[in-house]
């Protein structure tokens, strides 16, 4: 199967500073990527679609200026959560898929976001 | 729009033992259904998936599923249990094939194996 990577795989913040995920597919060219958030012991939420050369499109209820998206390039897109608090740690998630549309997701390990 | 409902959050079933995980579904759309494992600190992982082919689904190390639109129903089952499917397990539905790839997640289901 297709692999996604995510990186960090951990990461420890002050609160008020800046953090950035990566996802990247590795042997496939991705056309769309999702993010996702995970609260302890709870299901995956969608924050975002993120389509290669256009802006993303965030959830009803997802601050996009929060939760910034790049996805520059076919193979990578980042998500930074900017000035970041202790409510924001969580696991984030990210999908990607060949195939806009109906192509079958591939899912990131996910990074574990902890906000001190 | 799409929803999924999991009964039970935790799932506990001896060695060897039948496996059966509970989906139920709500879709204003032809449903694509899906199973997926989560094992600790890490992503998900495809078990099986539904896209209106046949009703009765096999998946990966041996799981299957079964679409019952009456029921609106995607129970995932194994027929013995092993150590190793000791994860979280979650159902998700997508609005078949115009909104196959934005996916709404059940709540997750806990499978706990005891020797």
């Known amino acids: 199967g297709a692999v996604v990577s995510q990186h960090p795989s951990w990461v420890i913040c002050k609160s008020g500073t800046s953090v950035k995920i990566e996802c990247r597919s590795l042997?496939?060219?991705?056309?769309?990527m999702f993010w996702y958030r995970q609260f302890p012991k709870q299901s995956l939420m969608l924050m975002a679609t993120?389509?290669?050369?256009?802006?993303?499109?965030?959830e009803q209820g997802v601050e996009k200026d929060k939760f910034l998206i790049n996805h520059a390039s076919l193979t990578l897109s980042t998500l930074t959560v900017t000035s970041a608090h202790p409510e924001d740690s969580s696991f984030y998630i990210c999908?990607?898929?060949?195939?806009?549309?109906?192509?079958?997701?591939?899912f990131g390990e996910g990074s574990r976001l902890t906000v001190l | 729009a799409q929803s999924v409902t999991q009964l039970g959050s935790h799932v506990s079933v001896s060695e060897g033992a039948l496996v059966l995980l509970r989906c139920n579904y709500s879709?204003?759309?032809?449903?694509?259904l899906f199973w997926y494992v989560q094992y600790p600190n890490q992503g998900l992982q495809l078990l099986l998936k539904?896209?209106?082919?046949?009703?009765l689904v096999k998946g990966i190390n041996g799981f299957e599923a079964e679409f019952k639109k009456s029921e609106t129903s995607f129970h995932l089952t194994k027929p013995s249990a092993h150590m190793s499917d000791a994860a979280e397990y979650f159902c998700?539905?997508?609005?078949?094939?115009?909104?196959?790839?934005?996916?709404?997640f059940g709540q997750g289901t806990r499978l706990t194996i005891n020797p």
């Open positions: 999908s990607a898929s060949r195939t806009a549309g109906t192509g079958e997701l591939f």
């Open positions: 998700a539905v997508s609005g078949g094939i115009q909104g196959a790839q934005k996916l709404v």
């Open positions: 539904y896209t209106s082919a046949a009703t």
């Open positions: 042997d496939f060219q991705a056309t769309t």
């Open positions: 879709s204003s759309v032809p449903p694509y």
């Open positions: 993120s389509n290669e050369g256009s802006k993303a499109t965030y």
